[in-house]
């Protein structure tokens, strides 16, 4: 009975030793809880929301959008917490930390801010998720919330994902800031 109750009090410590330590290593790594994103177009109207949320790489960021034009769009994450319209210049280049080039294809790239293209259908709606496996959710360089937050961009065309800087995606035609 002795040694079933010391087994049970060593477990319980070591219990507490390791989900301090395991909730310490989460954060780190970017496992931190979901962030939601409005995005507006460059007249200052909603055109929907952006989720992100930890992956097992990266980030998942599920798209909710509207009133978009139809077709594919590139979106990226830009290095400043800012969304100026028209034409939303105030968000910076592209999110890359590690000062590569641009596209998921690039062999000297890519950009942390680079994401896949996702489609709108023809009524100006896109409900997708896309993985942005260079950003996080934590405290590292690569964190979304790096120098006070980023911007979550959507581009008037489809992102060729390898010509320096921006894929060649067209305007910046809505916006959304990300910060904690």
Do not use: W, Y
Not at 95 to 104: E, I, M, S, T, V
Not at 110 to 122: E, R
Not at 126 to 139: C, E, Q, R, S, Y
Not at 152 to 164: E, R
């Amino acid at each position: 009975m002795i040694r079933a109750t010391i087994k049970i009090m060593l477990l319980v410590a070591l219990l507490f030793m390791v989900v301090p330590e395991a909730t310490a290593k989460d954060k780190k790594e970017g496992k931190a809880k979901p962030v939601t994103v409005n995005l507006q177009d460059a007249q200052g109207k909603s055109v929907g929301t952006a989720t992100l949320k930890s992956a097992a790489k990266g980030v998942d960021i599920k798209l909710n959008l509207q009133n978009l034009p139809a077709g594919e769009h590139g979106l990226h994450v830009h290095q400043a917490a800012k969304c100026e319209g028209p034409d939303f210049k105030s968000a910076g280049p592209h999110f890359n930390p590690d000062n590569k080039h641009h596209g998921l294809e690039n062999s000297e790239g890519p950009h942390a801010g680079d994401i896949p293209n996702f489609k709108v259908d023809a009524k100006g709606k896109a409900k997708a998720t896309v993985n942005a496996p260079n950003i996080t959710l934590g405290d590292d360089a690569h964190s979304v919330f790096s120098g006070g937050g980023t911007a979550l961009v959507i581009h008037a065309k489809a992102d060729d994902m390898k010509t320096d800087p921006s894929g060649n995606s067209g305007d910046r035609i809505a916006c959304g800031v990300i910060t904690k």
